[in-house]
């Protein structure tokens, strides 16, 4: 660059932990001001899961290069994102394609890095997801919240190769740091979208955040979907994310991703963690804001089914994702034939796992059946999450294990009433094996 | 263009501080960029795995970056780095600039920055070879430093593809049978040509103003600039104390790795180092200098020079026949335009 295109001159700067911050480097009301109006009002459309989520993206005004490998598989919100750029005469924002999905992710931490205050999202799936581990894990520790990976589930890479939707990539990533937030219906991706960078840019919590559905499911399949008016949705977000109290590497005199002596190690460490704690703190408060605004549910923990007043039920379900409306939908058929109180949650919070909340919520129950939807070399992801949940009670709820819907596959009403079958059989006091598969109404 | 005392009085932001081994061409690099970038214009590093990271940023022990004692008030003074993964710092580098300039597109961002990234060459043309050709590739405004040491220095002296034809490393030891590293090293200048670059260089501290003149007009290049500089390992390489500078112009001028200069529409030039291996100094005086090639020469009783050891010869002539077409393939890349 050229030394005459420099503006010289001292700038206020304040001291922080992590170094200092130059007042006014940066001045984000340009580009606030700047941003082109997706809807003007509140609107009712078709779409589907990721052009959804591509659509609250666009809609953020923080939100100025939109980071890419061109095919991310299962997603196409790139392509949705970079047709809607284009139609914009003069626009300033950009689309950025990489050469790997792996380049995506290291993208993503100079760029989140370069400036705190503006959001950098991007979406993958599976293989990509997995491409990004080393960088994922260097984000997730890295402090940038404004960091969001958008993660259309899908089957993991591994023997056979299979190209549809289950949750085995995000669940093989929890401990890269994320927080990660299951959404299912193209409503609730929509709305996640829109509170996932509130939840991570919280200066209590600055953890880059992994919002998720379900892979051809909820990303290729078409639903109405309600639209709020740009300005809105700017007010709701502007309440919720604050200017960065620490310094970015443009408007800072600060270092990034040091070497630290193992001293320091474990303070970095205790600080990250008690950081991704707090999401259990605040994520209530900016779901019930939204809902408050919006007139939708916001985040929660997880999603409810047929729970009576006072908690009890024979057979509680745990499971997440779309399949669970099937569950739903024979929930009350399913008890009356059976005489069993029948209830449910849809764990949205993956990450960190609301394990309070869900003993809480399973405590009354007598036989937990936890329906894991992803490989596992135990029992199962989540079965091991609500073990570890209800192992506070001093009589904690049976827990029936069950594999089902793998590699994408619809978990049918068949399966559902098998599986059901399979726990009233825990109800009824018969020992059970510690998991067990079920496809097509059938026990393999 | 700035004179040479102007940039030697400039405060530089690679400051006393490092573990950098006594005598690591690195330290001597980097000290003489920071002071290059002390221009006036704020300066982001981005820094990718190597010695030069793990040496210089280990906290709270030895932060050897930062321009100044205090802060400064101008923030054109202002310093910033960061490293990511080992593969990743043009990467970052490009990301850096592009959002300085969105920044600037929105008129959020007065004075933009100037980004700086630096690699080893296991780094650049091993594990990050894909990154690095392809901000190359995207013509990211960015200048791109790639410390060549040809071995992974920092973790125990491993091969890289930069290393030299039968150079003795922890992962290509020499024994009777095996004369050391078999391969040929990865032509990255050409690579790196071909890619895209706005600018292509090869130059270390030993060719001091022309080091320093090439970091600045590659911070001046309006695409990619690269900066491959020969950096003697004292460690890796095995020589003595004091010999850095002497070792790395030996290199140069014997054509091992001639400082080379190109720009895009400009073409290029070879400096200091003769096309007529007659006219260069004796690739065996390089070879003699460090132990990773005392498997290959020795002193000539009577005389001190060194010569090939009878029993690798065909090796110190298989050696000579690379340096030659390493010469020449810089010559040739010199007439591209």
Redesign the interface.
């Known amino acids: 660059m050229s030394v005459s295109e420099v503006k010289a001159g001292p700038l206020p700067h304040v001291t922080t932990p992590s170094g200092e911050r130059y007042e006014g480097a940066i001045d984000l009301s340009r580009v606030r001001e700047a941003h082109p109006s997706l809807y003007d009002h509140r609107d009712e459309i078709t779409a589907d899961g990721n052009t959804a989520a591509a659509i609250a993206t666009l809609q953020m005004w923080r939100c100025v290069i939109f980071a890419g490998f061109p095919i991310t598989p299962s997603t196409k919100w790139i392509e949705y994102v970079a047709a809607n750029l284009a139609s914009v005469p003069g626009g300033r924002r950009r689309v950025k394609l990489m050469e790997a999905e792996h380049a995506v992710a290291d993208y993503m931490v100079g760029a989140a890095a370069s400036c705190r205050d503006l959001i950098f999202p991007t979406a993958t799936s599976s293989v990509g997801l997995d491409h990004m581990t080393e960088t994922t894990r260097s984000l997730g520790a890295s402090g940038l919240g404004n960091v969001m990976i958008i993660d259309v589930y899908r089957a993991t890479a591994n023997f056979p190769l299979c190209i549809e939707g289950d949750p085995s990539d995000t669940l093989a990533h929890r401990d890269d740091g994320f927080i990660q937030i299951c959404a299912r219906g193209k409503q609730q991706i929509y709305d996640t979208v829109l509170q996932a960078p509130c939840l991570g840019m919280h200066p209590e919590i600055m953890t880059p955040t992994m919002p998720g559905y379900y892979g051809i499911k909820d990303s290729h399949r078409n639903a109405r979907l309600i639209v709020e008016a740009d300005r809105d949705i700017h007010e709701f977000q502007d309440r919720w994310i604050f200017a960065c109290p620490l310094p970015g590497l443009i408007n800072g005199d600060t270092a990034f991703g040091s070497c630290v002596t193992s001293r320091h190690f474990q303070g970095f460490k205790v600080a990250q963690k008690r950081r991704l704690d707090n999401v259990l703190d605040f994520l209530p408060l900016i779901g019930s804001d939204f809902e408050k605004q919006f007139g939708r549910p916001g985040l929660r923990f997880f999603d409810e089914a047929g729970w009576s007043e006072d908690g009890a039920a024979d057979i509680a379900v745990v499971g997440m994702g779309p399949d669970f409306g099937t569950f739903e939908s024979l929930r009350e058929r399913y008890a009356k034939q059976s005489g069993l109180k029948v209830a449910g949650i849809a764990i949205r919070l993956l990450t960190p796992f609301p394990r309070d909340a869900v003993r809480e919520r399973l405590r009354r129950a007598k036989t937990v059946l936890v329906v894991n939807q992803a490989h596992h070399t135990g029992r199962g992801h989540l079965t091991l999450d609500v073990v570890d949940a209800l192992s506070d009670l001093k009589a904690p709820p049976r827990v029936v294990s069950v594999f089902a819907g793998l590699g994408g596959a619809d978990v049918a009403e068949v399966t559902w009433e098998r599986m059901l079958d399979h726990a009233r059989e825990s109800v009824e006091g018969k020992a059970l094996p510690p998991y067990a598969f079920f496809h097509e109404g059938v026990a393999l | 263009m700035s004179s040479y005392k102007e940039i030697a009085l400039r405060e530089s932001c690679f400051r006393p501080g490092s573990t950098l081994c006594p005598g690591c061409m690195e330290s001597i690099a980097l000290q003489n960029i920071g002071r290059v970038t002390d221009?006036?214009?704020?300066t982001?590093f981005?820094i990718g795995t190597s010695c030069a990271?793990?040496s210089s940023?280990?906290?709270?022990?030895v932060?050897a970056?930062?321009r100044g004692d205090a802060?400064?008030?101008?923030?054109?003074r202002?310093?910033?780095?960061?490293?990511?993964?080992f593969e990743?710092a043009p990467?970052?580098?490009?990301?850096?600039r592009?959002?300085?300039d969105?920044?600037t597109?929105?008129?959020?961002?007065?004075?933009?920055?100037?980004v700086v990234s630096t690699s080893g060459d296991g780094g650049a043309v091993a594990i990050g070879l894909?990154?690095l050709l392809?901000t190359i590739h995207r013509r990211a405004?960015v200048t791109l430093i790639v410390l060549v040491n040809e071995i992974f220095a920092n973790t125990g002296f491993q091969y890289s593809p930069a290393a030299m034809p039968f150079a003795e490393t922890s992962t290509t030891p020499v024994s009777k049978e095996h004369p050391g590293n078999p391969s040929l090293p990865l032509d990255y200048i050409h690579l790196c040509i071909a890619a895209g670059a706005g600018l292509v260089a090869q130059v270390s501290p030993a060719h001091s103003k022309l080091f320093l003149k090439t970091i600045e007009r590659a911070?001046?290049c309006k695409e990619t600039a690269i900066v491959f500089v020969p950096a003697p390992c004292i460690s890796g390489w095995k020589f003595d104390d004091g010999e850095t500078v002497r070792i790395a112009l030996l290199g140069a001028q014997s054509g091992a790795f001639p400082a080379f200069w190109w720009q895009k529409g400009k073409g290029g030039t070879v400096l200091d180092c003769s096309r007529d291996e007659a006219e260069r100094p004796p690739i065996e005086d390089f070879l003699g200098a460090q132990r990773r090639f005392h498997h290959l020469v020795q002193r000539e009783p009577g005389t001190e020079r060194f010569i090939a050891r009878p029993d690798r010869a065909d090796a110190v002539a298989k050696l000579k026949t690379w340096v030659q077409g390493n010469v020449e393939r810089l010559y040739r890349l010199a007439e591209l335009k």
Do not use: M, Y
Request: proline share 5%; charged share 20%; aromatic share 8%.
């Open positions: 221009n006036g214009a704020k982001v981005t990271e793990v940023l280990a906290f709270p022990n932060v970056w930062g802060t400064p008030d101008d923030f054109s202002s310093f910033s780095i960061i490293h990511n993964v990743s990467t970052l580098a490009e990301a850096v592009d959002v300085s969105v920044l597109d929105f008129g959020a961002l007065e004075r933009p920055v100037q894909r990154g392809h405004r911070l001046e």
